[in-house]
């Protein structure tokens, strides 16, 4: 299934989402994996089950979650997690990944507990690596397999005396967790234009996210997410609504260079164009890892 | 710090986010950003919110936006959403409150129908993601060997069942997309509702679609009482005396309807899911 957007090493996905359905069944493009939401498959039966189904006769899937909420304090749902593990043996996918957020919480006064529907954001604290850590072990141990968890953008942020740096928390989670990680180079960029805007001696935005990723665990890295963002002026809004950044392109050369040609998605959720698009995206993508990781050709 | 401490200010960020006014002083203590840069930020995050509330609801109640109009809709979604917050992370769970939402709301009393609509969006939407059955053809030979004491019809797990007051066939049929509207597409609706009689149904599933058909009152009775667990002589008493048994199972059998039909001792409590 060689094409410009796989073999020879090269491993660049979509997310498939259901417009593009009929298109995808008609043309079962040659890529190296295919995305989907876990949650839009959580179903008993039907016809998104059945398309999953057939795109499974042909390419591996990627499962990426939204719902399990891995750093919330009141801990993991496990109607969630059943569903998760259902489709994890029904689909057989090549990875599985989830968010470093909170979604599941009480509201104030109550002991109900309800969900965000968001990727809401963790403090970056030795409590809170605990609760994350207990979470992905047990997400983990359900489903028989590592997790990746995924960096987040966020617009607010906890304030804390004894906070940990982003990446040597995720690193502090590989390590005790086995987990490995999703690097969402958009979300880094994001976080970095919006820094900068609060705060002009943040740094320069392509520059502190080719930081952040050098301060990561290489191995640990399993899959990169690419994807467009939404500049509203004041804030920089990750909306997967266009194809992907100068600047993002920019951070993701510099990933590959590190870190090789890992598995790459390009991911679109808001305004979903023509399937051609994506592909296109893809495509360039695969461009990138074959010029900035070169000597990966004939492995 | 403590998980403790972590618990309270998730609790409270979730809180401040559901909530309409500006953040509570005790969010601003757990934050970094301040002022404008806190309700900013709160402010991307409820937008995001009411985004996925309006596409969510519209999904599962599409004809319920039909009738309200696309911009009503919204706020409506955006009012459950902070009335009845989502319980889970798969989205398919939310929403569930809606009909009887509606029902409350005193701006939709003009729209008495409405409920009974949502109901029907809703029972569209179990049936097109219920657990795939086919009918398991070998054990209709029990209609001819067992009496219909000890004997039950068993539907497929897709197959939803309503009763409304008001003609909600007519109206889930008139408030379908579709490429072009005829000229009087909402004549019928009228004149079901100006004749004042309701409606019952049957939704099932056509290929992977849901398709929502009308019940004559006898044969709605017959497959509510088999839906309820009855046994089919319980079921063809609360038919009435105007049911044609057979001309029923030809229609259930061409509609993809049944499932299968099983002894009642030996029945056990049993799903394809």
């Given at each position: 299934m060689n094409s410009p957007a796989s073999g020879d090493g090269i491993d660049v996905g979509i997310g498939l989402r259901q417009p593009h359905y009929r298109d995808w069944a008609e043309r079962r493009p040659a890529l190296g994996f295919v995305e989907v939401h876990s949650e839009n498959f959580f179903a008993d039966g039907g016809a998104a089950l059945a398309v999953l189904a057939g795109v499974r006769e042909t390419h591996a899937v990627s499962l990426h979650g939204v719902g399990l909420a891995l750093g919330s304090a009141v801990g993991i749902d496990d109607w969630h997690l059943e569903r998760l593990a259902r489709l994890v043996d029904r689909v057989e996918p090549a990875r599985v990944s989830d968010h470093a957020c909170f979604a599941r919480a009480p509201l104030p006064g109550s002991t109900t507990v309800v969900h965000g529907a968001d990727l809401l954001p963790i403090a970056f604290t030795p409590a809170s690596l605990d609760i994350l850590c207990a979470n992905v072990q047990r997400v983990q141990e359900r489903l028989r397999r590592p997790l990746l968890v995924e960096n987040l953008s966020a617009y607010l942020s906890f304030d804390d005396a004894d906070a940990m740096a982003e990446p040597e928390f995720l690193a502090a989670l590989t390590r005790r967790t086995g987990c490995g990680l999703l690097l969402d180079v958009n979300n880094l960029v994001v976080n970095a234009i919006n820094a900068q805007r609060a705060d002009a001696s943040a740094g320069e935005p392509v520059a502190a996210a080719c930081a952040f990723v050098d301060a990561l665990p290489a191995a640990a890295i399993g899959e990169i997410h690419l994807a467009g963002y939404c500049d509203t002026g004041e804030l920089v809004i990750d909306?997967?609504?266009?194809r992907v950044h100068e600047p993002v392109w920019a951070v993701y050369r510099h990933a590959v260079q590190r870190l090789g040609r890992v598995p790459t998605l390009i991911e679109w959720d808001t305004d979903v164009p023509a399937l051609e698009v994506l592909l296109d995206e893809a495509q360039r993508a695969a461009a990138v890892q074959r010029e900035a990781s070169p000597r990966q050709a004939a492995a | 710090m403590t998980a403790l401490r972590e618990a309270e200010r998730q609790s409270r960020l979730l809180g401040a986010l559901l909530a309409a006014g500006p953040a509570a002083d005790a969010l601003a203590a757990d934050l970094r950003e301040r002022d404008h840069r806190l309700q900013r930020g709160l402010g991307a995050y409820r937008a995001n919110a009411a985004g996925i509330a309006e596409r969510a609801l519209a999904a599962a109640y599409p004809t319920v936006q039909a009738l309200v109009g696309a911009e009503d809709f919204a706020v409506l979604a955006r009012a459950l959403w902070r009335a009845a917050p989502p319980p889970r992370g798969d989205l398919a769970q939310w929403g569930h409150d809606l009909p009887a939402f509606i029902e409350a709301e005193?701006?939709?009393?003009?729209?008495?129908?409405l409920g009974d609509c949502a109901r029907l969006d809703a029972a569209v939407q179990r049936c097109e993601s219920a657990a795939d059955a086919e009918l398991q053809?070998?054990?209709?030979?029990l209609l001819a060997e067992r009496a219909p004491e000890s004997l039950r019809l068993r539907f497929v797990p897709s197959l939803q069942l309503l009763a409304s007051d008001w003609p909600i066939a007519t109206l889930h049929a008139a408030h379908q997309e579709r490429d072009e509207l005829a000229d009087d597409a909402f004549a019928p609706v009228r004149e079901a509702l100006a004749a004042g009689h309701g409606e019952s149904v049957v939704v099932a599933r056509a290929g992977w679609r849901a398709q929502v058909t009308t019940l004559d009152p006898p044969s709605h009775a017959w497959m509510q009482a088999l839906h309820d667990g009855r046994s089919v002589a319980g079921a063809l008493a609360a038919a009435g005396d105007d049911f044609d048994f057979n001309a029923w199972l030809v229609r259930a059998l061409q509609q993809g309807w049944l499932w299968k039909a099983e002894p009642i001792e030996e029945s056990l409590e049993e799903n394809p899911s």
């Open positions: 909306d997967h609504g266009s | 005193r701006d939709f009393d003009p729209w008495s129908y053809r070998e054990t209709l030979a």
